[in-house]
């Protein structure tokens, strides 16, 4: 429904789409959650979720691929193109929503169904949610949520569109916008790859193999992001989110 807002483009639609596609996506990602660990065990959960993450960001190399394809040799993203771009999206999106519709039941290591959780009332459900969130290690981690959240929106909107409004990348500056895409998709990959391989733990009668702890994965998480955020701001200049710029950063793009 929100890539749909871009086919009528007015303020108003735009914001009550976005938020939409906010309640959905917090649905979303606590149902892949919850599938995945009902899925998964100690020893499968990293493998699991590396292969989920790399899988589902396998969409930003072919969808920025796309864009990066439709706006060559354009110096301005016209209603045309725009009405192109989003349409072949939208038939895309809601293919992927029927995929849901197929997913199997959640089995345990012997095969079986698991039974059925019982059900809790929504009232009930929201005093557990606040108890939890309450919690001193929950306390702790929405700081890394909060954090998690700021880089998201950069990286999928700001970033980007920085791209598109410095002219100093060239005439195609907007064709940049799905590189810079294609690129995250392809770091994004990368990064589930390597730490669903590198934080497997395994153990059999014979070997143990202990993959990077926790502590090693956030640490290399941090080193990459500081470096990362460090060369956007010597690479861009300051009015480039704002909109189209002929200025320079520190150094000339």
């Not at 849901?100 to 009232?123: A, K």
């Not at 080193?223 to 480039?240: E, F, K, Q, W």
């Amino acid at each position: 429904m929100f890539l749909v807002s871009y086919l009528w483009l007015t303020t108003f639609i735009l914001y009550f789409m976005s938020a939409i596609q906010g309640f959905g996506a917090a649905i979303l990602w606590t149902a892949q959650g919850t599938y995945l660990t009902l899925n998964s065990d100690p020893s499968t959960m990293s493998r699991n979720t590396g292969i989920f993450w790399t899988i589902s960001n396998i969409s930003m190399l072919l969808g920025n691929a796309f864009v990066s394809y439709a706006l060559r040799d354009k110096s301005d993203f016209d209603d045309s193109t725009r009405t192109f771009i989003y349409i072949v999206l939208i038939i895309v999106s809601a293919f992927g929503t029927l995929l849901f519709l197929f997913l199997r039941s959640p089995v345990n290591q012997e095969g079986t169904l698991n039974e059925r959780v019982e059900i809790i009332s929504f009232t009930q459900e929201i005093k557990n949610t606040m108890s939890l969130f309450l919690t001193k290690d929950m306390r702790l981690l929405n700081i890394t949520f909060f954090f998690t959240g700021l880089s998201l929106s950069f990286y999928s909107s700001v970033y980007s569109s920085s791209i598109g409004f410095t002219k100093r990348m060239g005439f195609n500056s907007k064709q940049l916008v799905g590189l810079s895409g294609l690129f995250i998709g392809i770091g994004e990959i990368l990064g589930g790859l390597i730490f669903s391989i590198l934080g497997q733990k395994t153990s059999d009668n014979n070997t143990t193999i202990k993959g990077l702890s926790h502590s090693a994965v956030i640490a290399i998480g941090f080193i990459v992001n500081i470096i990362t955020y460090g060369l956007i701001i010597i690479n861009l200049p300051d009015d480039s989110p704002f909109g189209d710029t002929t200025a320079s950063s520190y150094i000339n793009p």
